[in-house]
């Protein structure tokens, strides 16, 4: 018996159709047909030997592009799927925090929806009406707790659910890529509150990009490379290896190829001496390889880290057979202190020519933003330069000075 | 990195296959301890429906009653139903409450893994709290169908008989019938995705191959044992209408024929479902 909150995962695989089709009777008859012709269906490897023991209480990063398995590995460890061979053993109460607005349900008020999801997650009504109102108070929805979900913004749907699940208590704790939502001030409530949870000795599993959030959180590192383990110890050697290796698949262009293939980004303002600045210049440079000569849209993204861009620069022009080098000049970077990605898509009037990727990452030096006040939600962390003016008539002591702002829910 | 080709993979030895084996009564205990689980779903799917319609719970009323009617004025016409001396409102009512349970739950039920799929692929739980919390609805819903019922009875003046105490067991069958066909539609739906459409008109089918609107004496005879056994549905609705239109026990032979072919069901769709819950998330 494995003490509680111990996980043992040992010489997992995990593999998936290749082919990828619908499941329905026409395609089962013909595999079926296909395996009577003595014709194999074709798997891929997602997982291969991959082989994980974690003792109580320590806290494990799993590292890895994407599609190298890491969220595979997890799903097996909540029993969501099962692996194709090897044994998985965790003990104790498993949490996950998961996408969450797959539990909510729209029609449902904040209230109902509490108890659906804390059910769904393994509590009792019991141990929900206990929490209750810790929940809605970190949420910060004690205003729309008995509003239908449906009128709650993206923000708000995502603070309920991960509420309920902050408030879980489970012995191994598994997290994949959550915080990469919401806004800072919710993000940084986040973290802290998983830190106390780990500070109450639950196991943690945690899957990120955000390499900063990873290094602030984890003990230990799991590097998986196309579903192999490519690394295995404390965190800063292994973090090590797997930032030369992001560095090295970077200088060697984009790791997707479509039609075309990234050869190079840069991503540096025009004197090449400096670094980012809000409010300076930055210049991003995509040197693009085409097998044709085609008439293209480039589209460049600059993002928090996650597929949602927080600003989206796009260009018509004409990729010639070889290689074309595109430039695009910020004049004036409209954003606060912190790292940031690029990401790239292009397409033509009917295909994707380059699919939506991270390009490179860059850091900004400049102020941070404003906190927000409580219950209002930042969609997107742009920063603007602004001067205010308090004129204080003698009639009216206190004029009210508005406040420009947009605050959703 | 070659790590993903697919022709000629090297794969894990053979001695490492992962066998996932769950025995009926370690995965009936799992299903008891999720009960919460099962109601939570069943009151979600409520209050949903009872939010988005205008006439709510009234839905619940408004399938039964409306095919009795049907039946009433259109079916009695064509065929000379022998009802017992039963009026027939009452007559068809009380098959169409069983058989609009059923059918409810299967439509529902049928599906409830592909409607839920996002949650299979985030969230563990013993995946039969799907299909179960769906006949769990059709069952709040035949409760609401019973003032109907009700409402037939002080038309027709008609008292209920006391042989209605053998109700329980011919329920207790009928449920048992009803979740053994849920488990297995949905379980099969996820990976043979067409069933779904499938569904509909093999309900439809179903309605007229159960007594529903007709007696079960219009099956010959010899033929009785063998019907009940494949539509366990079929004695069941007959032992509503004899104990309490008519006074009479249950036809038992018929019925203890549709109760172990039930039971039979349950554990082989049962195992069926935990076999195939395996792959859920690999192909929802």
Same mark, same amino acid.
């Given at each position: ?8 995962? %040992?010489? *997992?695989? =995990? !593999? +998936? ?7 329905? @009777?026409?395609?089962?008859?013909? $595999? ?93 009504? %019991?141990? *929900?009406? =206990? !929490? +209750? ?7 910060? @929805?004690?205003?729309?707790?008995? $509003? ?114 990234? $050869? ?114 930042q969609l997107a962390p742009v920063h603007v330069e602004t001067t205010w003016d308090e004129d204080r008539g003698d ?15 | ?132 919390s769906s006949v769990v609805v059709a069952g709040i819903d035949t409760a609401i169908a019973l003032l109907a019922l ?135």
């Open positions: 018996m494995l003490p509680e909150g111990a996980i043992s995962a %040992r010489h *997992v695989w =995990k !593999r +998936f159709r290749a082919d990828r089709s619908k499941r329905d @009777l026409r395609d089962s008859m013909r $595999r079926l047909k296909a395996q009577l012709g003595g014709r194999r269906t074709p798997w891929t490897w997602a997982l291969q030997d991959v082989t994980l023991d974690v003792e109580p209480g320590d806290s494990v990063a799993l590292l890895g592009p994407n599609g190298s398995g890491k969220s595979t590995l997890l799903k097996i460890l909540t029993r969501v799927m099962y692996p194709y061979a090897g044994s998985v053993d965790v003990s104790g109460r498993v949490g996950a925090l998961i996408e969450v607005r797959a539990g909510l349900h729209p029609e449902l008020s904040g209230r109902e929806n509490v108890y659906l999801y804390g059910t769904l997650l393994g509590l009792r009504r %019991r141990e *929900v009406a =206990k !929490r +209750f109102d810790d929940i809605i108070e970190f949420a910060e @929805l004690q205003q729309a707790v008995d $509003r239908q979900v449906k009128f709650y913004s993206s923000g708000m749907q995502m603070r309920l659910g991960f509420a309920v699940a902050a408030f879980l208590e489970p012995h191994v704790l598994l997290v994949d890529e959550i915080l990469a939502v919401g806004d800072a001030s919710f993000q940084h409530r986040c973290t802290e509150r998983m830190h106390e949870v780990l500070a109450q000795g639950t196991t943690l599993v945690f899957v990120s990009h955000d390499l900063a959030a990873v290094e602030a959180t984890c003990r230990r590192g799991l590097w998986l490379q196309n579903g192999v383990v490519q690394a295995d110890g404390p965190l800063a050697g292994v973090m090590g290896g797997y930032r030369e290796w992001i560095d090295a698949s970077a200088a060697s262009g984009g790791t997707m190829d479509g039609i075309v293939r990234l $050869r190079r980004t840069t991503v540096a303002p025009p004197r090449r001496d400096e670094v980012p600045r809000s409010h300076g210049p930055l210049d991003v440079e995509l040197s693009i390889e085409s097998p044709e000569s085609t008439p293209a849209t480039v589209c460049v993204g600059i993002t928090e880290g996650t597929a949602a861009p927080i600003i989206l620069l796009e260009r018509q022009l004409h990729l010639a057979e070889g290689r074309t080098d595109v430039r695009c000049s910020i004049a004036s970077l409209p954003l606060p202190r912190g790292r940031f990605y690029v990401w790239v898509v292009a397409y033509d009037v009917k295909r994707t020519l380059l699919p939506w990727q991270p390009a490179g990452s860059f850091d900004v030096v400049g102020p941070d933003l404003d906190r927000s006040p409580h219950g209002i939600v009639a009216i002591p206190s004029a009210p000075v508005r406040r420009l702002g947009s605050s959703r829910g | 990195m070659t790590a993903t080709r697919t022709d000629v993979e090297p794969g894990p030895p053979r001695e490492l296959l992962y066998r996932r084996r769950v025995g009926l009564v370690a995965a009936a205990r799992e299903l008891w301890a999720s009960r919460e689980l099962v109601w939570t779903l069943a009151e979600r799917d409520y209050l949903a429906r009872y939010k988005q319609a205008v006439l709510g719970f009234g839905w619940a009323l408004f399938t039964p009653v409306a095919l009795m009617v049907v039946f009433t004025v259109f079916f009695r016409r064509v065929a000379d139903v022998d009802t017992g001396g039963a009026p027939y409102p009452l007559f068809s009512y009380l098959g169409l409450l069983p058989w609009t349970f059923f059918s409810t739950s299967i439509s529902q039920g049928g599906l409830s893994l592909i409607t839920n799929k996002m949650l299979l692929n985030k969230v563990y739980c013993p995946r039969e709290v799907f299909p179960v009700g409402a037939l009875f002080v038309i027709y003046g008609f008292v209920p008989r006391l042989t209605s105490v053998w109700v329980p067991v011919l329920l207790l069958i009928q449920v048992t019938f009803t979740t053994s066909v849920a488990l297995i539609s949905s379980a099969v739906v996820v990976h043979l995705r067409d069933i779904r459409h499938a569904l509909p008109i093999l309900l439809q089918l179903g309605l007229f191959a159960t007594p529903v609107a007709y007696g079960i004496d219009t099956i010959p005879a010899h033929l009785r044992g063998l019907y009940s056994v494949l539509n366990p549905l079929a004695p069941v609705i007959d032992g509503y209408r004899r104990t309490v239109l008519l006074g009479q026990q249950p036809a038992w032979d018929l019925v203890g024929l549709g109760g172990a072919s039930s039971v039979v069901l349950l554990l082989v769709g049962y195992r069926l479902f935990k076999r195939l819950e395996t792959g859920l998330a690999d192909v929802a």
